[in-house]
């Protein structure tokens, strides 16, 4: 049997039309798609379909969250917000670890200090007058 090759030194492929033909039909529903999505009549009519599925979905998410909240207390077990609060309640108490922590460092910094470097305390502040009899 003879076999041809192409003129790139590899064997045709008869698939090669059907490829093109597929990729060409791809390129174009893809161009057509993006104009379509990037015109104002596709957002104005995508906003009004949300719209409308929203003000729609609305009550029925309401009911829905009623009922799971009472079937959490049934089982006594925590609600979204009562995780919420516990949560911040978490940070809260992390912000002030965190400020006790910064607050001990300069104590600490302060008391390891050498004699010679520490402000004495016994002697007058600059401009403030002793009282007579005040040691």
Do not use: C, H
């Amino acid at each position: 049997m003879s076999e041809k090759q192409a003129p790139n030194g590899k064997e045709p492929d008869p698939t090669d039309p059907f490829r093109e033909m597929r990729d060409g039909y791809l390129d174009a529903w893809s161009k057509t798609m993006v104009d379509t999505v990037n015109s104002d009549a596709y957002a104005k009519a995508s906003g009004m379909m949300l719209n409308s599925y929203l003000s729609t979905s609305s009550p029925f998410r309401e009911a829905v969250e009623k009922v799971m909240l009472q079937a959490l207390q049934q089982f006594s077990m925590p609600s979204r917000a009562d995780l919420i609060s516990l949560a911040e309640r978490a940070v809260n108490i992390e912000l002030r670890l965190d400020d006790m922590d910064a607050k001990l460092d300069r104590i600490e910094k302060l008391l390891t200090k050498p004699v010679s470097t520490r402000r004495r305390t016994t002697q007058p502040l600059k401009g403030i007058k002793k009282r007579k009899g005040a040691r």
